[in-house]
């Protein structure tokens, strides 16, 4: 089965760090371009981070430049959101996705697999 597993979210205060996980598992990780997204109650989905499988190459939405690094992980099945300097604003469920056309990861914000989501909630 294809599944796409974001975990890692939680409670934090104002300031503070998260580390997001998304682990792939049921296809070829190297062939696709991994995207971050998040959705807040009441607000449209919203682009985060992007990167890109072919060289590494890693994207940001500004509202989040500085503070957030989009990394792969050693196992390479596994790509990482670390977040810093978190803030009120960035409470929303989080979701990674992914697809073999970052275009449409970055522009349309499509994937063909899309893990379930979870959860950041950011305290002031």
């Known amino acids: 089965d294809v599944q796409l597993q974001a975990s890692g979210g939680g409670l934090v205060q104002a300031g503070g760090s998260l580390r997001l996980s998304c682990v792939a598992s049921g296809f070829t990780f190297d062939d696709y371009n991994i995207g971050w997204f998040r959705q807040a109650p009441g607000k449209e989905r919203e682009g985060v981070s992007w990167?890109?499988?072919?060289?590494?190459?890693?994207f940001y939405a500004d509202s989040v430049k500085g503070r957030f690094t989009i990394s792969s992980g050693a196992a390479k099945n596994t790509v990482y959101l670390q977040m810093n300097s978190l803030k009120p604003e960035d409470t929303a469920v989080y979701y990674c996705?992914?697809?073999?056309?970052?275009?449409?990861?970055?522009?349309?914000?499509?994937?063909?697999?899309w893990g379930q989501g979870t959860q950041v909630t950011v305290s002031s």
């Open positions: 990167f890109r499988s072919t060289d590494g190459s890693t």
């Open positions: 996705a992914a697809d073999q056309s970052l275009r449409r990861l970055y522009y349309g914000f499509q994937a063909d697999y």
